[in-house]
């Protein structure tokens, strides 16, 4: 393992600290901190594969407002993303493998962590965006609902297929055609996330979770139960639970899922609704039980061997955060070159090691080995076929369906 300064945050507590800014509102409380070489080019036979991948060759589908590409004379790229989510070294002033990825193409990469919360980001790009300007960058890093967003409104461009061999390739099965970009024509992951059940060992004392069910109807873990505050992963969990698919449920199914939660808040099984300060209440054992996101999971089971998980039968939620291309952006062929270049095994790797999110990259597995054994064989980082088998994604909704679905779910709450 890696040593880090004393007052430097480490990648556990980092990564800790962004995903209540994922769900587009505020979390009611933020989590507490945990604690204080280049890959190959790509054969012309992994091109030749890539209808085989099943993703189609871009240029079927009409993407946003392209600008002049200045790449070929402007050697560098404007890329925008959530803090402490790439890999550093241990002066905390370099990423590897972006100094990696300048060193072999001669394009200088402006990095920037000036996405903190996808509302807010929204707000900030909008009028330039509504007005067909040039936001001054060319990769912005959004969740999946507000990546669907942008996409819709037509703002973000096409990708070209030739300039992004390795991802085209590369790109797990799990994550190749969500219903907001079928084919990934206009984005790719970043990293994923994983939505699964979560327990202190030592707080349930033999009681048995394997299920959502489990955790809401024993009377032994009434005040003791922890759900999230983001809709999609709660209500998405709790559809699952109840037979239902997240990727076709309708408004019916939706309202029986959210009936089902009130009854579990009437009876007091529920202690709070949560951001990512679930954390601390866990590993307390204030929680015996929760809903939580698999990146934490990962960094809690290092400190505390009582933290466990479990993947239900009914399956688990899987959502993105995803690289884009706004319109007018001056650099899209640098662009497509960076997005790229993280689809390759070792840059991948490297990554993963750092943050410990659900790695998009199949076949990483073994570059992961080289760097950490453990991270390698994880499924919360590297899911199998059996886990990834199990993922299911929160389907897309129009406007009028957030905005009707978000006031119930605030209800239930009491947000």
């Known amino acids: 393992m890696e040593q880090y300064e004393p007052g430097r945050l480490s990648p556990a507590q980092l990564a800790a600290t962004r995903r209540s800014f994922r ?18 080019a790509l054969t012309v036979g992994g091109l030749g594969a890539l209808s085989a991948c ?6 079927k589908s009409t993407g946003g407002i392209s600008a002049e590409d200045h790449s070929a004379t402007e050697k560098e790229v404007d890329f925008s993303n959530w803090p402490e989510y790439i890999d550093i070294d241990d002066s905390g002033k370099h990423h590897p493998t972006l100094d990696t990825f300048t060193q072999r193409t001669g394009i200088k990469v402006n990095y920037t962590e000036d996405i903190n919360d996808n509302n807010e980001f929204f707000g900030k790009i909008k009028p330039q965006l509504a007005a067909g300007q040039d936001t001054g960058r060319d990769i912005i890093v959004l969740t999946d609902w507000l990546a669907a967003r942008l996409i819709r409104l037509g703002w973000v461009q096409k990708l070209d297929a030739a300039n992004l061999p390795h991802a085209y390739a590369n790109l797990s099965e799990q994550f190749r055609s969500p219903d907001w970009d079928p084919g990934r024509a206009y984005s790719y992951p970043w990293q ?27 009377s032994k873990l009434a005040g003791r139960i922890g759900l999230l505050t983001e809709m999609r992963d709660t209500m998405g969990m709790t559809l699952l639970d109840m037979g239902k698919d997240p990727a076709t449920f309708t408004t019916d199914d939706y309202d029986a899922a959210t009936a089902r939660l009130q009854k579990a808040v009437d009876k007091g099984q529920i202690r709070r609704f949560t951001g990512n300060d679930y954390t601390s209440d866990l590993t307390k054992g204030d929680l015996a039980a929760c809903i939580a996101w698999a990146g934490d999971i990962v960094q809690l089971q290092a400190d505390n061997p009582d933290i466990e998980y479990v993947i239900p039968h009914s399956g688990y939620l899987t959502s993105t955060d995803n690289m884009l291309i706004p319109n007018k952006a001056r650099h899209k062929t640098n662009a497509e070159k960076l997005m790229d270049y993280y689809y390759e095994l070792k840059p991948a790797a490297q990554l993963a090691a750092y943050i410990n999110y659900v790695c998009p990259v199949e076949g990483v597995k073994d570059e992961l080995a080289k760097i950490d054994k453990s991270a390698a064989d994880n499924p919360l980082i590297i899911p199998d076929q059996a886990m990834a088998a199990q993922s299911h994604a929160f389907r897309s909704l129009s406007e009028k369906e957030d905005s009707a679905y978000e006031e119930k779910f605030a209800k239930l709450t009491g947000a």
């Not at 769900?23 to 190959?40: D, E, I, V």
């Not at 994923?192 to 024993?218: C, P, Q, R």
């Open 192 to 218: 994923g996330i994983s939505t699964v059940l979560a327990y202190n060992k030592k707080a349930l004392d033999g009681i048995e979770v394997k299920s959502l069910s489990d955790m809401l109807d024993n």
């Open 54 to 59: 099943g993703i189609p060759a871009a240029g």
């Open 23 to 40: 769900t587009g509102r505020a979390a009611l409380t933020r989590r507490s901190l945990l604690r204080a070489s280049t890959g190959a």
